[in-house]
């Protein structure tokens, strides 16, 4: 009977930091709402007792002493997890690695990873990085981090066992379709600048820009590149924009790269359950490129922000797609920071393109369709817990109109070969830059057409 005040008071205080916390968690869930508070209904209250009660009954009686703030914390990544598959808590270290990858600089191996029916995947090697020379390939799965099983191991834990400093070495084992049974490969870490703009001149006056990711300084960039290939020129004739393997980054640098080739109408537009995430960004005619032709390189890497630019061009008729459909993420995530520094990345709008569409789990589709679909390549759809496709969004229904008039009017190309050759060309660009050509050597003979008519 003795043991009975003890355990109360250990439950008082129990709930004392849940309340706490729980109270952080409300705060965020009504993050952006016009401040209404609304009541919890008594079922609610019901469910919260139930938690507190077995919270109560795990810190008295577990076999070790566990600590309630990690119970609670671990009880919010369990509730955000079961939201959709890019909802998550941000631990402190969490946090403060998300803020890295937008600067485009870490120590590590350079991979990009997911999660595909529970098991840990590379989604694709970053290139000129340590994984990348030491072969490893998409969709290797990947068993051991050093001796450490990635059974049920967190992307965010995966991540900080494969980051380190320059110069120190690491064993990932991976399995792949392949091997007959997993193989471990040696990495040495290196400083992993990603850069996201590279490009170069393709001959003829043709130039190509490729976006890794979308980072704090893409658009300036971007702008930077095109600058040096000479595309406000009367002599430049046209663009590669290539987004292939482009996992995403940062909204704003997507609607600003998208603005930098339109000079008006909506880029996309963003409507979430709160009133203040539905919001709708419009291109500007402020320093618009000129109008030369240009293809934009996508495949089943290219998701999230890569998908907002083909998407937009694509809409506006600005350029034509080339490649293979995209992964399909739609969905837009809110970064709350929270007061222990740690943060709530949130799933808070669906995004649509111009013409009101979302490619939540459909992805882009090209106009022009060159590659073969990897069938066991990871999609959107694939992702346990993904939301539900939807056809419309906040687009005006004058751009709506437009766009359709636009699809009917487009002829669907479809080639079904390999995206890289037998000498390893790459046909996706050279199908593009065939493509670029054509265009002008149509219109120089619709030219000559037009003189004889007139002769």
């Given at each position: ?9 250990k439950?008082?205080s129990?709930l004392?930091?849940?309340t ?15 401040q ?17 009660d ?8 577990y076999?070790?002493?566990v ?7 671990s009880?919010?990544?369990g ?22 990858d ?28 340590p994984a990348?020379?030491a072969?490893i ?5 990947i068993v051991k981090?050093?001796?450490k099983?990635?059974?049920d ?5 995966a991540?900080k ?9 690491l ?8 091997f007959e ?23 003829d006056g ?9 980072q704090?300084?893409t ?6 590149a ?5 595309s406000?020129?009367?002599d ?10 482009n ?12 603005d ?5 109408g ?6 979430g ?17 000129p109008?030369?032709?240009i ?21 506006h ?9 995209t ?15 740690s943060a ?10 111009p013409?009101?569409a979302?490619?939540q ?6 106009d022009?369709?060159?590659g073969?679909?990897v069938?066991d ?5 694939d992702l346990?817990?993904h ?5 419309e ?12 008039k ?7 190309i ?17 199908r ?8 002008y ?6 030219a000559?057409?037009k003189?004889?008519?007139v002769?």
């Amino acid at each position: 009977m003795e043991e009975v005040p003890v355990r109360e008071k250990k439950l008082s205080s129990m709930l004392t930091v849940f309340t706490i916390l729980l109270s952080t968690v409300v705060v965020v869930l009504l993050w952006g709402a016009s401040q209404r508070v609304a009541a919890i209904a008594e079922e609610e209250y019901e469910s919260l007792r139930i938690f507190t009660d077995v919270l109560g009954i795990v810190e008295s009686n577990y076999t070790e002493e566990v600590e309630v703030k990690e119970l609670v914390y671990s009880a919010i990544k369990g509730m955000l997890k079961s939201l959709d598959p890019h909802s998550s808590y941000l631990t402190v270290d969490d946090f403060h690695e998300m803020k890295i990858d937008t600067k485009g600089s870490f120590g590590g191996i350079g991979i990009e990873i997911g999660m595909r029916d529970s098991a840990l995947t590379v989604i694709s090697p970053i290139e000129d990085t340590p994984a990348f020379r030491a072969g490893i390939m998409a969709q290797d799965r990947i068993v051991k981090i050093e001796e450490k099983s990635t059974v049920d191991m967190s992307l965010g834990d995966a991540v900080k066992l494969m980051r380190g400093k320059k110069g120190t070495d690491l064993t990932i084992t991976i399995m792949r379709d392949s091997f007959e049974k997993p193989e471990p490969f040696l990495l040495t870490r290196a400083v992993i600048k990603i850069k996201s703009v590279k490009s170069r001149e393709l001959g003829d006056g043709f130039g190509y820009v490729r976006i890794t990711q979308f980072q704090e300084k893409t658009t300036k960039d971007v702008t930077k590149a095109l600058k040096e290939l000479g595309s406000k020129k009367e002599d430049f004739k046209g663009l590669v924009l290539d987004l292939r393997n482009n996992p995403g980054g940062l909204l704003n640098q997507a609607v600003w790269v998208s603005d930098i080739f339109l000079d008006n109408g909506i880029i996309v537009s963003t409507k979430g359950r709160v009133s203040a995430q539905d919001l709708v960004y419009s291109a500007t005619q402020k320093n618009t490129e000129p109008e030369y032709p240009i293809i934009v390189i996508v495949n089943g890497g290219s998701a999230s922000a890569s998908e907002i630019v083909a998407g937009a061009l694509q809409d506006h008729s600005r350029a034509v797609v080339l490649g293979t459909q995209t992964f399909g993420k739609g969905s837009v995530q809110t970064i709350i920071p929270l007061p222990d520094n740690s943060a709530v990345r949130l799933t808070t709008s669906k995004y649509y393109t111009p013409s009101g569409a979302s490619i939540q789990a459909k992805g882009i589709v090209p106009d022009i369709i060159v590659g073969e679909v990897v069938e066991d390549h990871l999609k959107e759809a694939d992702l346990a817990g993904h939301l539900e496709s939807e056809d419309e969004g906040t687009a005006t229904k004058k751009m709506k109109e437009k766009a359709k008039k636009s699809i009917k009017k487009k002829i669907l190309i479809n080639e079904n070969v390999s995206a890289i050759g037998k000498d390893g060309e790459d046909v996706q660009l050279k199908r593009a830059l065939d493509y670029l050509k054509s265009w002008y050597l149509f219109r120089e003979k619709e030219a000559e057409s037009k003189e004889l008519k007139v002769g």
